[in-house]
């Protein structure tokens, strides 16, 4: 992976609307100059993997946003799968239970693809966690979609909401989960060039 010098004006664009990837960008003390999430087409190829979908909407992200002179892009593409079948954001109450019925007592990964582009390159990577659901109850299910905590998530639940109660166990990057992979994430702004520590010259 190339890496670029650090240049104390870059300026850092999020390519997403996400309000989980601010707040894990502030983790590492970077604030946005601006927010543009891409409006691109989300749906998988058919028999499309998990892993080579997130990596390709993340790559498709990075690329249709604008930057201007002196501005970084950094997008993100977070997808549950569960085998070879990618789950993406539910359209309804009802997917949104399908998927955390088929997700309950297993189970799957979490993958997170992040891309940060600097005028016509692109730094990516893209990270695999394992996550367990426990077993869960109708009730458990219903009170989870009742919250809308739901909308919005890839699977159809998130690790840092109420549903946190019903995964007993990670392998892996818990930002990453939450949609954000910051040791990654860091490695592929510095590489780009971005003075994340502000001691580089």
């Known amino acids: 992976m190339t890496t670029l010098p650090p240049l104390q004006d870059l300026q850092l664009v999020l390519g997403s609307g996400s309000p989980r990837r601010l707040e894990l960008l502030a983790q590492l003390g970077v604030t946005p ?74 189970r799957h990964k979490v993958i997170t693809s992040v891309a940060v582009k600097r005028g016509d390159q692109i730094w990516q990577k893209d990270v695999q966690s394992t996550v367990a659901m426990k077993q869960l109850s109708d009730a458990e299910v219903n009170a989870y979609l009742a919250s809308g905590d739901w909308q919005g998530k890839a699977g159809g639940y998130a690790i840092q909401g109420p549903a946190g109660a019903f995964i007993p166990w990670i392998n892996g990057s818990y930002t990453g989960i939450v949609g954000l992979p910051l040791t990654e994430t860091a490695g592929l702004l510095t590489a780009a060039g971005f003075p994340l520590y502000k001691g580089d010259t």
């Open 33 to 106: 100059i601006a927010i543009r999430p891409p409006d691109i087409d989300e749906d998988p190829y058919k028999a499309e993997l998990p892993r080579d979908y997130v990596n390709r909407i993340a790559a498709e992200k990075a690329a249709a946003v604008v930057a201007g002179e002196g501005e970084i892009v950094l997008c993100a593409d977070t997808t549950v799968a569960l085998g070879r079948r990618i789950m993406g954001k539910p359209s309804d109450t009802g997917e949104a239970a399908a998927f955390l019925y088929a997700l309950s007592g297993r």
